[in-house]
T-cell receptor
Framework: RKEVEQDPGPFNVPEGATVAFNCTYS??????FFWYRQDCRKEPKLLMS???SGNEDGRFTAQLNRASQYISLLIRDSKLSDSATYLC??????????????FGTGTRLKVLA | SQTIHQWPATLVQPVGSPLSLECTVE??????LYWYRQAAGRGLQLLFY??????ISSEVPQNLSASRPQDRQFILSSKKLLLSDSGFYLC???????????FGQGTRLTVV
């Protein structure tokens, strides 16, 4: 089983649509969860951290379900500029006690005019 | 504010040649530093991480090495590049590994 799993997509949606991405992770000891956005041939950029109580940033809502080890991202009123690959990221602890970030392979979104 | 610089942006190197990619962070001290590689159409693979000067840990055995000669400088090297070393190399930093990580602009390496 992959440490972080995402549906690769692509998700093709019309402008204005609501779209949801899901992610599952295998390490129950993970403490931090994030969604990153990656444009073609660019570096990943932080979209939002994901908190246990769920959090919202404008049109974006993230949810975390620790019991099911499941993270979601909801995008409302999709814009053309939302077209990108969305990466689910979970942290995990090395044996040394330090942490690393584990990335899902990403879900590709195309918003169509 | 903190910034991360990574260079060069693109690089074409022949098989068997050496490699040196540099990453520096500004505006913070004692950051956790990471080198990732992203092969075409694939996810990010952690190559090395460092929690302090001279402290390097490797995630996967490979043809590459890393060094941290200064607190905010992280270098990725190879003595002899292989075709399979081609990819998008990304440097990242975080305060602790628990808070969010921030990436440099990446180096697209093509080994020919």
């Amino acid at each position: 089983r992959k440490e972080v799993e995402q549906d690769p997509g692509p998700f093709n949606v019309p402008e204005g649509a609501t779209v949801a991405f899901n992610c599952t992770y295998s390490n129950s000891a993970s403490q931090s969860f994030f969604w990153y956005r990656q444009d073609c041939r660019k570096e990943p950029k932080l979209l939002m951290s994901v908190y246990s109580s769920g959090n919202e940033d404008g049109r974006f809502t993230a949810q975390l379900n620790r019991a099911s080890q499941y993270i979601s991202l909801l995008i409302r009123d999709s814009k053309l500029s939302d077209s990108a690959t969305y990466l689910c990221v979970v942290n995990a602890q090395f044996r040394s006690g330090t942490y690393k970030y584990i990335f899902g392979t990403g879900t590709r979104l195309k918003v169509l005019a | 504010s903190q910034t991360i610089h990574q260079w060069p942006a693109t690089l074409v190197q022949p098989v068997g040649s050496p490699l040196s990619l540099e990453c520096t962070v500004e505006g913070t001290s004692n950051p956790n530093l990471y080198w990732y590689r992203q092969a075409a159409g694939r996810g990010l693979q952690l190559l090395f991480y460092s929690v302090g000067i001279g402290q390097i840990s490797s995630e996967v055995p490979q043809n590459l090495s890393a060094s941290r000669p200064q607190d905010r400088q992280f270098i990725l090297s190879s003595k002899k590049l292989l075709l399979s070393d081609s990819g998008f190399y990304l440097c990242a930093w975080s305060e602790s590994g628990v808070t969010e990580a921030f990436f440099g602009q990446g180096t697209r390496l093509t080994v020919v």
